[in-house]
């Protein structure tokens, strides 16, 4: 007899768009300043994450997670995008885990609880609805954080709470989770920036602490986005632990890659990229 194996899809940094009537020039100043360099078109972003999702459905995946900049500024509107995509891919919303990112507390500091009460509650018990929050599964369990705060759009700066430190170091000495492979999703990497000025614009606050629970926690591993590309790095040595994936938002539309891993023996394995 075969057994399946467990596929986990790794999609990031959608940062999509309400599709505007009026084309980009109706976007307002904050919405420009952070998408330079992107083209503003709404339903081009909207297309990519569908492909992306349609891959990860043909690849046969338990779950998909999704870590963070699902919007451009986390208004209201682009939530409702979000969801429009999300609800239209026939994937259902309990195998399903998002984490919001910087670019999703741009408009205001409850945006995401907002949401998660709003277009994406369907979403809420598997994503990161608060310290603590866990999805469980047979040989798996995610345990997703909310890194992300309300600040400029000239900072793109992530903080790892104590709330959420304590909550998820309580998770992971419980032995309910033992034999699982258990997997850490946030936005931001768990790595500092090497230039103390990039650290504070752009680096996670209480880094240290969640390396310092990785190094304790061999057998966890660590998803994040921010990056914009794939990452694949050891904590302290061994295995890779600790890997990001590719922004859909910067993939070209005909050549999407979606991030896939596999679950073996109570841990999580890369299992490479698929084109969508
Ligand atoms: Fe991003």
Known sequence: MSVKTTRIAHLSDLHLLEPHPDGS????????????GRKLDARERMRKVTRALQAARRAGVDHVVVSGDLTETGTARQFEAVAEVFHGSGIAPSDVTMVPGNHDAYTSPDAWQKAL???????????????????????????????????????SSGELSDDNAEALERRLRDPAFSRKAIVVVQHHPPH??????????????????????????????????????????????????????????????????VRLYEVRDGLLESAGLIAA
């Not at 020039?25 to 330079?36: E, I």
């Not at 599964?137 to 997703?144: E, K, L, S």
């Open 25 to 36: 020039r109706s976007y307002g100043f904050d919405v420009r300043f952070v998408s330079l």
């Open 192 to 257: 500092p920036h090497k230039v103390p000025a990039w650290q504070w614009i752009d680096g996670l606050r209480g880094w240290a602490r969640m390396m310092k629970l990785l190094e304790e926690h061999g057998d966890v591993q660590l998803l994040h986005g921010h990056l914009h590309y794939t990452v694949n790095r050891v904590v302290v040595g061994g295995r890779d632990r600790i890997f990001g994936a590719p922004a859909v938002v910067s993939e070209k539309e005909d050549t999407i890659r």
């Open 117 to 155: 009460e709003g277009p994406l509650r369907e979403y809420a018990p598997t994503s990161a609805h608060g310290p603590g929050a866990v999805v469980e599964r047979p040989n798996f369990c995610i345990m997703p954080l909310d890194v992300a705060c309300h600040q400029p759009v000239t900072r």
